[in-house]
């Protein structure tokens, strides 16, 4: 038998729905369009040449093998291809006759299975790509472990009753609160290996002998970038943390004490679990922002290949390669890698956004 919902319920639900429409409308708009074109210029060759009528190439700019794409030409109305086992110059055209010469446009037999110039291609494909992934998920996984591990430690010391607290809890946000531009730009000085203040202090110490390129050597240039982004951001996670802190009931480290509980094990059986919900929200938050990073890498490394992250190789095959439909397949792959990862968090964390559930 279905109970049906009382009056005063039902014009809840209708209010409720009458503050949520105009701000789903918005949602759409800002973010539902801007995804859904995104996803479809994918399956185009679009580019910023105003001249360029854009066509539907399919799948061929996530996974495609064939002629190098940027062999075409279009007074051949072909794809120029030289095969070097017959020293000859060649037009692909696809179709029943493939391959022709190109001094007489005459059709040539070819085979596509002992061809030397057919390759896979496409955002799968480019090894670029999967080396910006892992650059990504080193740096994810690098940086919100450490903000985490530093964070709680934070969040325990500012929690603790001292003189000055309030002070040093509003000094503690400071690096949070500058621009991620400004730090970048201030830390890319320190960094500076002729000017930097970072090699004064390890030469003054003895720690090197020559000055260190921290952001030019490729061995350091991803260290660099994860310790600036850890400067910044652990003060968002200890103020999380010193929040679910505080919520905490006062009474159950008064019984601990009574109990003679040690203050480590106290907080491994105790203060953990009790905030491990809030952690768990904070970290999918920090995870998030991690994995599609780009403002600090950009501009303390200006898109390195030992440091691009997914989101720096998006803009450059949209912006300096001008190459929109190949750059809005790698957006998707970023779109799509992210969201993957979000579910498997929530699903294996049992992360629960309502604590009253």
């Keep these: 038998m279905t109970v049906r919902a009382s009056k005063l319920t039902r014009e809840r639900v209708r209010s409720a729905w009458f503050f949520l429409i105009p ?73 029943p006759n493939e391959f022709f010469s190109l001094d007489t446009d005459e059709p040539v037999e070819r085979t596509i299975d002992n061809s030397q110039f057919f390759e896979w291609q496409g955002v799968l494909a480019d090894r670029l790509w999967w080396r910006s992934v892992w650059n990504t998920f080193v ?13 709680v430690a934070i969040a325990l010391v500012l929690n603790a009753a001292m003189p000055g607290r309030g002070l040093v809890r509003a000094a503690a946000l400071i690096p949070w609160a500058i621009p991620t531009i400004v730090s970048a730009q201030m830390w890319g000085w320190m960094f500076h290996d002729q000017y930097g203040v970072i090699n ?5 110490a003895g720690i090197t002998t020559a000055r260190l390129a921290f952001t030019a050597d490729a061995a350091l240039a991803l260290p660099a970038v994860i310790m600036v982004d850890v400067w910044k951001t652990t003060p968002f ?31 491994f059986r105790v203060t953990l679990p ?3 919900p809030a952690l768990l929200v904070a970290i999918i938050f920090r995870a998030l922002d991690a994995l599609r990073i780009f403002d600090l890498i950009y501009v303390l490394t200006s898109g390195s290949r030992d440091t691009m992250s997914m989101s720096v190789y998006a803009r450059q095959q949209l912006v300096d390669f001008q190459n929109v439909g190949y750059g809005s397949a790698a957006s998707t792959m970023l779109f ?11 699903v294996l964390g049992r992360v629960n956004f309502d604590e009253r559930r």
């Design 237 to 267: 996670l200890a103020l999380l943390t010193l929040a679910a802190l505080q919520m905490l009931p006062s009474e159950i480290y008064e019984a601990g004490k009574v109990d003679g509980v040690h203050p480590v094990k106290m907080f």
């Design 336 to 346: 799509l890698i992210i969201a993957s990862f979000t579910v498997i968090y929530i």
């Design 139 to 151: 740096f994810t996984v690098a940086s919100v472990g450490l903000e985490v591990i530093l964070g």
């Design 23 to 95: 701000m789903l409308i918005v949602l759409i708009l800002v973010a539902g369009w801007p995804l859904v074109r995104t996803f479809t210029l994918s399956f185009t060759d679009a580019s910023l040449s105003a001249d360029d009528q854009s066509q539907f190439i399919g799948f061929n700019n996530y996974l495609f093998h064939g002629p190098n794409l940027n062999d075409w030409d279009d007074e051949l109305n072909g794809y120029f291809i030289f095969d070097q086992e017959a020293g000859e110059a060649l037009v692909y055209r696809p179709g």
């Design 274 to 276: 009790l905030i491990k």
């Design 200 to 204: 004064e202090l390890l030469l003054g």
